[in-house]
């Protein structure tokens, strides 16, 4: 295959994956809440693949074209020599209007971009945290229950919820502490457990990061949509399996709708919501959504195999010095 084919096939994907990704995402729904930590995996390695492909573009194009020198001479010599390190074909260029280092230098200034904007948009992240955090915790008082540490709030409704560990970790109201009975509490501390055993928070963050960066691509707003249900089944996975359906069931009704102000702002996990029952209760069966979503996993591959064979010759050629 030629690279100007090459090129065509791998932006044509990119589009596909763009506008049918949310598409193929809601029709494999079925199947992946039946795997809901492949599902996190899935969506989260979807925004990177799709960005890391894009990026792919412009330096495969750059083994396909030509045109004006925009550098100093010798400085266009080396990178003339570099791109033809990195390029695997043997085909001839089409002489363009376009400089190639544009091709080049373009990619590296939107991945610095991302890059910058992403570690910009965690340290606000984390700020908002931090101040959630210091909100729910003003009167909190640490205990020790059924083995977990927690921080218990004087408050007389029912919630619980789990910030970052370093920000308090398991919060629950006086009022949950009231009503729960032991099995519900176990229950409810197991699901908030897991959320800090499986870096759900540091997920949310990375996510949150790369969507507001990239929020104009439908298949990413699809992903950060989708996400947080994915993290709740996984957490209630992990109760389920510790104290059982029924506790876990018991604790999602007694603890109702998450609740619209304490802890309610970024940073925050709740175990909140009675939609998930039915999932406990009813889990789907048959294969249903296993198609879409062996398609969504097959074209992330292709899109993973064609941009690592992009970038790799880039990073072997510098590496050896061209």
């Known amino acids: 295959m030629t690279p100007g084919l090459l090129a065509g096939v791998l932006a044509v994907a990119l589009v596909a994956a763009t506008f049918l990704g949310p598409w193929l995402l809601r029709s494999a ?12 995996g899935l969506l989260l390695g979807s925004v990177v693949v799709w960005l890391g492909t894009a990026l792919a573009l412009g330096p495969l194009l750059a083994w396909v074209v030509s045109g004006p020198d925009v550098l ?55 700020v908002e945290a931090r101040h959630t955090a210091g909100q729910v915790l003003a009167r909190a008082t640490p205990r020790r229950v059924l083995g977990h540490d927690i921080q218990v709030v004087p408050e007389t409704r029912t919630f619980a919820l789990s910030l970052p560990a370093r920000d308090g970790g ?20 197991a699901h908030e457990q897991a959320h800090l055993s499986q870096r759900h928070h540091l997920i949310t963050m990375l996510m949150t990061g790369l969507a507001r960066q990239l929020r104009w ?38 603890l109702g709708e998450r ?63 061209c």
Not at 106 to 121: H, K, M, Q, Y
Not at 174 to 189: F, I, T, Y
Not at 299 to 313: D, E, Q
Request: hydrophobic share 55%; net charge positive.
């Open 217 to 254: 691509v439908p298949l990413v707003v699809a992903a950060r949509e989708a996400l947080p249900h994915y993290l709740e089944i996984a957490a209630d996975n992990q109760a389920r399996d510790r104290v059982g359906t029924t506790a876990l069931v018991s604790a999602l009704v007694r």
């Open 29 to 40: 729904a079925p199947a992946l809440v039946r795997m809901p930590r492949l599902a996190i």
């Open 72 to 126: 100093p001479a010798r400085a266009a010599q080396a990178c003339q020599q570099c791109l033809n390190a990195a390029n695997p074909f043997a085909a001839g260029t089409v002489d363009t209007g376009i400089p190639v280092v544009l091709l080049l230098v373009g990619p590296v200034l939107v991945a610095a971009a991302v890059v910058v904007g992403l570690v910009r948009e965690s340290w606000r992240h984390q």
């Open 259 to 321: 609740p619209t102000r304490a802890g309610d702002s970024v940073g925050a996990l709740h175990i909140a919501g009675p939609g998930r029952i039915q999932h406990l209760v009813l889990p789907g069966s048959g294969t249903a959504g296993a198609l879409p979503m062996l398609a969504v996993v097959a074209h992330l591959l292709v899109l993973a195999v064609v941009g690592a064979a992009v970038h790799l010759p880039y990073a072997l050629a510098a590496l050896n010095g």
């Open 170 to 189: 398991i919060v629950l109201s006086k009022g949950a502490l009231a009503s729960l009975g032991r099995p519900e509490l176990a229950a409810v501390l």
